[in-house]
């Protein structure tokens, strides 16, 4: 069954750095999401993709952040200067091959990034 | 804007028994989308169930089923003959719109499988 893969799993930086995650979709899909978790909160919506662009974003997807889909596989979200409230698990979800199938997102096991 | 809300932020039942959660929700859109997803402590999420607003017949899947009721705006969560494995934070989240929209989350209801 397909499913949807992130990497690395765990990431630990310092604050002020730079980080990458990066994500793999279900080939086929359409839409592609980014959502965060802080410990203990519930899941909150980042940003949505579709065709090269980014299609809606929440108040927290500020400046700090960017996505990017490099290639035909690998979708990615930036974070340029991390702060330590960046802590959190983040997900990546992607849904839609297009007509009624659009609206089942599928999460990748998320990664764990740790702001020291 | 579009809520979920979930009121029980945490239950434990036995094993085998029968155990529902509550997730009630407020959106304007007329078409609209419900799923439950599960999160065990590995953090994955995991899709339980969906519910299209448009349909009137409960969606069922396995041991889990939901009771939808459009004009309450309630989608509760019912897991029969439940198992250890079920023990997880279950989440119930809200779509509506086209198909960039994100998910609308609730905070959750920790749900423990005693033995």
């Known amino acids: 069954e397909p499913e949807v893969t992130q990497t690395p799993s765990h990431q630990v930086t310092q604050m002020g750095q730079e980080v990458i995650l990066r994500c793999v979709p279900i080939s086929n899909h359409l839409y592609f999401y980014w959502y965060r978790q802080i410990l203990g909160q519930k899941v909150e919506f980042l940003v949505s993709f579709y065709n090269n662009e980014i299609s809606e974003k929440s108040e927290i997807f500020d400046d700090q952040f960017s996505v990017e889909r490099p290639d035909g596989s690998n979708f990615t979200l930036k974070i340029r200067s991390t702060k330590l409230e960046d802590s959190a698990m983040y997900f990546c979800?992607?849904?839609?091959?297009?007509?009624?199938?659009?609206?089942?997102?599928?999460f990748g096991p998320g990664t764990r990034l740790t702001v020291l | 804007a579009q809520t979920v809300t979930q009121s029980q932020p945490e239950m434990s039942v036995q094993e085998a028994e029968t155990v529902t959660l509550s997730c009630t929700y407020d959106?304007?859109?007329?078409?609209?989308?419900l799923f439950w997803y599960k999160q065990p402590p590995s953090r994955q999420m995991i899709l339980v169930i969906r519910?299209?607003?448009?349909?009137?017949q409960n969606a069922t899947e396995n041991r889990f089923s939901v009771n939808f009721q459009k004009a309450a705006k309630s989608f509760s969560l019912k897991i029969s003959d439940s198992q250890l494995g079920d023990t997880a934070m279950y989440f119930c989240?809200?779509?509506?719109?086209?198909?960039?929209?994100?998910?609308?989350f609730g905070k959750g209801t920790h749900l423990i499988i005693q033995p």
């Open positions: 979800a992607s849904s839609g091959t297009g007509g009624f199938a659009i609206d089942t997102q599928y």
């Open positions: 519910q299209e607003a448009y349909k009137q």
């Open positions: 959106t304007s859109e007329s078409n609209y989308y």
């Open positions: 989240a809200l779509f509506s719109g086209g198909g960039a929209d994100g998910l609308t």
